[in-house]
């Protein structure tokens, strides 16, 4: 990467912009997006091991589109154990349905309805387990009955049985004899559905849509080495380290983030140097750092790839509340030169709100970018959804140095322990973030920032991100001409 012109201060995503170089890249689709940090992601997201954001639908989601989810530290390892092992039965295709059962209420189903983007709900019956929808998502001991559509809820009332409102759908797909992608799109067009159940036999293993079948013609999962979808974990830098990370590669966990606030300190590399020494056979991830100097450190302690922000995420009041930080783009700057140089990699964590920031970001040396409260506003992340008084849906975020976070974290302690904690807050309690009704899945803002980042790759003329990394062009902006970028809605 080079300046057009030379910086005089730090920069941050909306102080730059790229320019335009002589390309070979006919299409967009001809560039290749997979990161080059091997950890398995075919795309360079990753959302953030944040409560608000990542738990085992957005793992799911994340890994069937070729991204990473990362667990939080905070998740007691019988959670991520019950986690991974649902993760890892997943079809890397075909999508997991919401299921309930005849006996089930229509109620039921419209609290269903806002967990994924979905436009139905599966009726089984028999199964055993849970899967928190009503059964445990193996599809043994399991008779597909039907399905239950939203607008079948419409003018119901809401304690009627699911029994009552079933119906059989206008399309199946046999999961041993499933045609193309490209033949089952086509058969859901013509059959003018949204929504098609995947059978073995009688039972249910999945669902098909129009949009999973075209995603999954134009993303590839990430897969561990058995094929079964990848995941990561984070580990916090106190208490028994080296028993926690050995228990997570243990339940399948793919990826290791060893993650505090300020990782360039003594306890960050005493809990790499722990972790290392026990030689898994994953990729381990620390931070998060803004510096050359700490990226060297990390480095030297054992770790893979680095995680580079302090302060820029939407949720973070750490440069309000200390001063301490320093602007995304030339952190990410610096920090990658340095993993370069060393053979290592960097992970661009916070300040990303647009898909030009990812772009950027991944210019800037970036392997992934890893993305929190924008994933927090969508179906797959945890939590309930809640309408506000103009009926619009928002889900409830929160930073993970917010004394919410911390009561969260530091519950087993002693009552006089989580109050000091607590008064040490860095961090938003709660936020709203808004569904974007056009763009309401997780997967809807993969399109849209995948898109853009390949836009960006063809106008470099890149078809890797490697060839990003070395053939970008960065120009710096003033706020006038950041505004002269931002589309006008509506006339002025």
Known sequence: MEFLTTPTTDLTYADVFLVPSKSEVTSRMDVDISADDATGATIPLVSANMTAVTGRRMVETMARRGGLGILPQDVPLDVIEQ???WVKRRHPVFETPLRVRPTDTVLDVLHLLGKRNHPAVCVVEGGTG??????????????????????????????????????????TFEAGSFPSLQEAFGQLDTAGVAYAPVLDGTALVGVMTPSGALRSGMFAPALDRNGALGLGAAVGINGDVAGR????VEYGVDVLVLDTAHGHQQKMLDALAAVKSLDLPVPVVAGNVVSAGGVRELVAAGAD??????????????RMMTAVGRPQFSAVLDCAAAARDLGKHVWADGGVRYPRDVALALAAGASQVMIGSWFAGTVESPGDLVADADGRQYKESFGMASARAVQNRTKAEDAYS??????????????RMYLDPERPSVEDLLDMITAG???????????????????????????AGYEEGRPVRQSW
């Open 83 to 85: 986690v991974a092992g």
């Open 130 to 171: 849970a899967d928190g929808t009503g059964a445990d998502g193996t599809g043994e001991e399991e008779v597909f009955a039907g399905i239950v559509r939203r607008e079948d809820c419409e003018g119901v009332d809401r304690f009627s049985s699911v029994a009552s409102v079933l119906r059989s759908p206008a399309l």
């Open 245 to 248: 990370a050995t228990a997570l």
């Open 305 to 318: 790839i680095i995680k580079v922000g302090v302060g820029p995420g939407a949720m973070c009041t750490t």
């Open 418 to 431: 989580r109050a000091r904690k607590a008064m040490f807050e860095e961090g938003i309690s709660t936020s």
């Open 453 to 479: 980042v390949r836009s960006s790759m063809s106008y470099a003329g890149a078809s890797d991100l490697a060839q990003f990394r070395e053939r970008a062009v960065v120009g710096v902006q003033s706020a």
